[in-house]
């Protein structure tokens, strides 16, 4: 019974929190719930808006996910639903099939959800997490950089009331300027007013609430409202002045209702053309969903597990797409306003999702006038607390490869589109662990006088002997790196006659694959042919288990020795007597 208990709270982390469930929490998660539905129901238009989608959808995108993740998902604060990145990467996939506002695409949008949801699920089920990490950091922070640049230029059109697109930067500003004789002056002062207004109630509006002593989560609820007063405004004024018969585009009939049962398009024509685009989308949502809830978890000392996240975001992204909507992720902003709000669990997700779906059933009518001005905004606004162009100076100080990656990411990202801005990210941070690990830092070291350790005689004053090489490998060692490693010895002793033996200390190796190991032998072999020995000291132990299952000890022409001082003492007696001073 008790393995079984375990198993269903492994998989359904809802069982882990139910038990402990009580009035107090069920107050705070409320709360939390009612300051972030606030926050949603504009985001929630905005981001459909950005993808491409009917507003109405990104409501439905608020709905499901939010609810099922409440079941699945480990964090307590993470709130999921669409998010600017993924809503730009959907419209970007959508966009290569079919037009804008047609059926097809809106079919591309929900199997773009469905097919993410699987493969997210199936990697969890896998526990495949591991594989996130191979998107570097200073990557994917160049290319959601690269994203919120392209994300506010794309905005730009629907502030000024004029036609535009396009994939990349450069498409969306020559397009901007082609039809920037057709801006809407009405439309410019409703977008510019709101978008300041929405930076100055960023900044300003919660200190403020603090002077007049509104604080603590009163405070904070007034002060995230800021959206929500932005889109009543705008909409009365529209309403009041007619300004959608001037030429103000607003977001017009929104269907009232909670959304109907979805079915994904099983053709597999459509699935091979859309499978990679929503591989890319799983990758980056998962990223940013695990950066997130690992982020607020650790405020609390709470755990995260990241194959069970998988099936979080994975399961919550096919009841977006069975529910009409698109594919969403772990949003930062949102969470953080959940955190603050005081969330105790992910019962405050399904909460919001239950004002969401009220706000489908009552609210929808009245944003008939709802300017479009206004949603982008409030995404302009949102997404450029994304761009750190920042990240360029710290990687160009710290490491010049990881600067090069990240330049590349924002360069391709910008000129070419999210979806090759992604793909580059994937394969630079790939390659970027390649070329590190396949060209490991190999050290000769010696002995500092007086201890038992050993430092690279490059830079510490340590004892040698010319009859005798000692190398520390920094790395583990595997197929990229195992010829490496043979160059650089037999390069090294080749023409120093008085080496008679080599060691190879071994305390950073966690790993020897069979193609190092055909290296260790010809290391070995070649070594012999030149009359030199070698040795290994400090093997670990599961890789010491692994090299007794082959021949390689039996035809090591030296020992295996525990630490590396022994080898020395062993090798070379002298070495000892002044430590034993």
């Not at 900044?203 to 904070?220: C, D, E, R, S, V």
Request: net charge neutral; hydrophobic share 50%; with cysteine.
């Amino acid at each position: 019974m008790a393995r079984r208990t375990t198993s269903l709270k492994r998989y359904f982390p809802i069982f882990d929190w139910l038990t402990s469930y009580n009035k107090e929490t069920l107050t705070s998660d409320l709360v939390a719930a009612v300051i972030v539905t606030i926050m949603l129901i504009p985001q929630s238009l905005a981001y459909a808006l950005l993808a491409g989608l009917p507003a109405e959808v990104g409501l439905y995108a608020s709905i499901a996910p939010l609810v099922i993740y409440a079941v699945f998902g480990t964090s307590r604060a993470l709130a999921v639903g669409p998010v600017a990145v993924a809503s730009l990467m959907t419209a970007a996939a959508a966009g290569q099939l079919a037009a804008n506002g047609t059926p097809e695409y809106y079919t591309a949008a929900i199997l773009l959800a469905f097919l993410s949801g699987l493969m997210l699920t199936v990697m969890g089920l896998l526990r495949l997490g591991f594989l996130a990490n191979f998107l570097s950091h200073p990557v994917i922070s160049g290319f959601i950089t690269a994203s919120g640049v392209i994300i506010a230029a794309s905005q730009v059109r629907h502030i000024l009331g004029i036609q535009g697109g396009g994939d990349n930067l450069i498409e969306i500003v020559h397009r901007i300027f082609e039809n920037i004789g057709e801006a809407n002056l009405p439309t410019i002062v409703i977008g510019v007013a709101t978008t300041a207004f929405l930076f100055w109630v960023r900044g300003n509006l919660k200190p403020l609430l603090a002077k007049i002593g509104l604080t603590g989560q009163l405070g904070a609820a007034l002060a995230r409202t800021g959206p929500v007063a932005a889109v009543v405004a705008t909409t009365l004024v529209t309403y009041g002045l007619s300004l959608d018969q001037a030429g103000v585009k607003v977001v017009g009939d929104i269907p009232t209702g909670l959304p109907g049962l979805a079915v994904p398009s099983f053709d597999l024509g459509l699935w091979s053309q859309i499978a990679i685009p929503a591989l890319l989308i799983s990758i980056v949502g998962y990223v940013e969903t695990i950066s997130v809830a690992q982020t607020l978890a650790a405020k609390r000392r709470q755990r995260i597990d990241p194959d069970q996240e998988l099936i979080g975001l994975g399961t919550a992204n096919l009841g977006s797409a069975l529910s009409g909507g698109f594919p969403v992720t772990g949003g930062f902003s949102r969470s953080v306003v959940n955190f603050d709000a005081g969330a105790q669990t992910p019962a405050a997700g399904a909460f919001t999702a239950v004002g969401i779906g009220l706000a489908t059933l009552f609210l929808t009518p009245a944003l008939f006038f709802l300017p479009k001005a206004t949603l982008a905004a409030t995404i302009i606004v949102a997404v450029l607390s994304l761009v750190d162009f920042s990240i360029l100076k710290k990687t160009w100080a710290y490491s010049r490869v990881d600067f090069a990656a990240v330049f590349v990411t924002i360069v391709v990202t910008l000129a070419f589109g999210v979806e090759k801005g992604v793909s580059a990210g994937v394969l630079l941070s790939i390659g970027l662990f390649l070329y590190k690990t396949s060209r490991p830092h190999i050290a000769e070291v010696g002995l500092v006088p007086g201890t038992q350790h050993f430092r690279n005689i490059r830079r510490h004053d340590v004892k040698t002997h010319p009859s005798l090489l000692t190398i520390r490998i920094d790395e583990s060692l595997y197929f990229a790196n195992a010829r490496y490693l043979e160059d650089y010895v037999i390069d090294r002793v080749v023409c120093d006659q008085p080496i008679k033996n080599v060691v190879l200390m071994c305390s950073a190796v966690n790993e020897i694959d069979m193609s190092a190991l055909e290296s260790l032998e010809t290391i070995n072999t070649r070594l012999s042919e030149m009359g030199i020995k070698l040795h290994l000291s400090e093997v670990k132990g599961p890789v010491m288990d692994r090299l007794q299952r082959s021949h390689f000890l039996h035809e090591l022409t030296g020992k295996v020795f525990l630490a590396q001082y022994d080898a020395v003492v062993a090798l070379w007696p002298e070495a000892s007597r002044p430590a034993v001073a």
